[in-house]
């Protein structure tokens, strides 16, 4: 973060080796500005996530509430996947005291599995799908699962599952 500020604001440091303060320094500035900053856990999100603003997130709704008039709760269907995986580096970060969600950028190539959750907006909810990135699946990840729902599917099936929505959709 220094390096950054130094490297924006065109300034120079020489004591600084590549412009990067030192362990002590940075021990020594954060104990200077004990009121400002707490020493917190982040939550780790990709960069893609971390660019979104206020303006966008208010215009993609507006354009929704344009875009659903005159369409049956029933034919609304939103679906959200949830990534589980090893934890990649859950650390420790400096924030500005009082920052309510700590994140920290970060693009992980951690393998895992994702499970697809859908609901409509009459409020009826489809079996959940799991997403195995994986080039076949192992009998150990389907047990306890209902024997019509341990195929799951791999990320190849995606179009499937896609297809499957557009039919309960247009039969509702």
Known sequence: MVNRYLEKSGKTIPTFPNQTPERDWCLNFIEGHKG?????????????????TDEGIIAYFENLEKSLEGIPPERVLNYDETNLSADPGNRKCIF???????????????????????????????PP????????????????????????????????????????????
């Open 96 to 126: 500005r005291s009082g920052t309510k969600y700590p994140e920290r950028v970060i693009n992980s190539s951690e393998t895992a599995v994702s499970v697809m959750f859908a609901i409509t907006g009459n409020g009826e909810t489809l």
């Open 36 to 52: 400002n900053l707490s020493h917190r856990s982040c939550k780790n999100i990709k960069g893609v996530r971390a660019q979104k």
């Open 129 to 172: 799908y799991v997403i195995y990135k994986a080039e076949r699946m192992y009998e150990q990840w389907t047990i306890g699962a209902p024997k019509s729902k341990r195929n799951g599917f791999k990320q190849r099936h995606f179009s499937k599952f896609t297809k499957g929505i557009s039919r309960i959709i247009k039969n509702a």
